[in-house]
Nanobody
Framework: QVHLVESGGGLVKPGGSLKLSCATS????????FAWYHQAPGKQRELVVS??????PNYSSSAKGRFTVSRDNDNTIYLQMNNLKPEDTGVYYC??????????WGQGTQVTVSA
């Protein structure tokens, strides 16, 4: 049973943009909470942004002003990433609360920012 599936990662040059998607299954709450995490090579997973439906997103200092999170009526979560930097390289994971009030995680999508 698949709960969260990320897509949209890839290779981009510094200053470029990517839009990540996180498709959710029906057992994921539409209210959230939702979050995107970033795991750089050799480092711990770090929070990029978290939010609940109808609330204001909380962005990390590095994401603020460059990244924008959104959600559509199909409960797909997006992360628009602009002005990407090499330090944004890594695997991006979405997470959301669902059935059983558990936090579910996707498998991640790789983002590489390199000239």
């Amino acid at each position: 049973q698949v709960h969260l599936v990320e897509s949209g990662g890839g290779l981009v040059k510094p200053g470029g943009s990517l839009k990540l998607s996180c498709a959710t299954s029906r057992d994921i709450f539409r209210t959230g909470p939702f979050a995107w995490y970033h795991q750089a090579p050799g480092k711990q997973r770090e929070l990029v942004v978290s939010f609940v439906t109808g609330g204001s997103p909380n962005y990390s200092s590095s994401a603020k002003g460059r990244f924008t999170v959104s959600r559509d009526n199909d409960n797909t979560i997006y992360l628009q990433m602009n002005n990407l930097k090499p330090e944004d390289t890594g695997v991006y994971y979405c997470t959301a609360m669902g059935a059983g009030r558990r936090d579910y995680w996707g498998q991640g999508t790789q983002v590489t920012v390199s000239a």
